[in-house]
């Protein structure tokens, strides 16, 4: 496994165990352990419970959770390691939000499940759609879960515009030199803001995690409820937020009673068609996907993101490992 992230320190023990029962040899190691001039790595070993340095041979295959590939900072691993086949072989941050978005809306079930949006080509379009669909998000095209994100509500006298701290109120002038310069670059889509709360009012969204198996399908491994602490800011998957989570048994029987094992079926069944659609349209490999997806008061789902780089496993570990280590044993 090429990794950097100290938080994958227990998916890293949960592929040790995995590689084992596979009767497969494992180890993880950084960027910077690579010494292709020599031809072995710094990598580290786990014995007898304790991960032990040691000089190892390349791999016969990578897990990459490093998915900088494309990236000029780690451009000498992936060329040290251009031979070795990769779990994922994307460039980093090759596909924007708006592009998974086309490419969703050409299946004819999925696109019921986006929610209105565009690409901003000036602040008009802002302006316009905020008046079509009243209040709206706008967030980067490019970047991870959440990130960057405000929502903008038109008010009688202006608009008020939220960040995960910070409530704004502004005139006309002032939210047009807000989203003047962003809006230039075009670097950033407008998405109707779709209300996903609980019953008693706590906004939540679903992660819903798919990994490749041994056979180069699909597996769901889980549908990860996360809900955030009561505020104005009503947008769950930001990272800068404070969020809490819970269990899908523990929502669902909340939230959907009598219904949950049908929705959850909703789910898998989307996660599943979303995953194919979107691997049949990148060229390149691609082992993992995360959607993040809101319910509606009327049971919709609807779809927020899709993210294909490094996506967080905690709690899921060794589910993701019993998956993943198969899969990159068929790439051998």
């Not at 165990?17 to 710094?42: G, M, T």
């Not at 903008?152 to 960040?163: I, L, P, Y």
């Amino acid at each position: 496994m090429l990794t950097n992230d100290p938080n994958d320190k227990q998916l890293v023990n949960a592929c040790a165990y995995s590689a084992k029962w596979n009767n497969a040899a494992f180890y993880y190691f950084a960027p910077h352990d690579v010494h292709a001039e020599l031809r072995y790595i710094k990598g580290y070993v786990l014995e007898d419970g304790e991960w032990e340095a040691r000089y190892c041979p390349f791999p016969d295959v990578v897990y990459d959770r490093l998915k900088a590939r494309g990236n000029t900072n780690y451009s000498d691993v992936y060329e040290a390691l251009r031979h070795i086949p990769f779990t994922d072989e994307r460039n980093v941050g090759s596909f924007s939000k708006n592009e998974i978005f086309e490419i969703l809306q050409n299946h004819a079930e999925l696109s019921s499940h986006l929610i209105p949006h565009t690409a901003v080509e000036n602040g008009g379009e802002i302006l316009a759609f905020i008046d079509t669909y009243g209040t709206s998000i706008i967030k980067p095209s490019i970047g991870p879960f959440g990130s960057g994100i405000i929502v903008v509500q038109r008010e009688q006298e202006g608009f008020s515009v939220k960040t995960h701290e910070l409530v704004h109120q502004m005139n006309g002038e002032e939210f047009g030199q807000l989203i003047s310069m962003p809006a230039a670059q075009k670097g950033l889509i407008i998405q109707k803001f779709v209300r996903s709360e609980t019953r008693n009012g706590l906004p939540y969204h679903i992660r819903l995690h798919l990994v490749r198996n041994g056979s180069g399908e699909w597996s769901f491994i889980s549908a990860f409820p996360f809900l955030f602490t009561p505020s104005e800011y009503k947008v769950v998957n930001d990272a800068g937020s404070l969020r809490a989570f819970t269990t899908w048994d523990c929502l669902s029987h909340h939230e959907f009673p009598n219904k949950e094992e049908v929705m959850l079926m909703r789910l898998e069944r989307m996660a599943s068609m979303t995953a194919d659609h979107i691997a049949g349209h990148v060229k390149e490999r691609i082992c993992e996907l995360a959607i993040d997806v809101g319910i509606d008061s009327l049971g919709e789902i609807w779809i927020f993101e899709v993210n294909m780089n490094k996506i967080d496993s905690t709690h899921r570990e060794f589910e993701v490992a019993q998956h993943m280590i198969p899969f990159a044993l068929s790439l051998r």
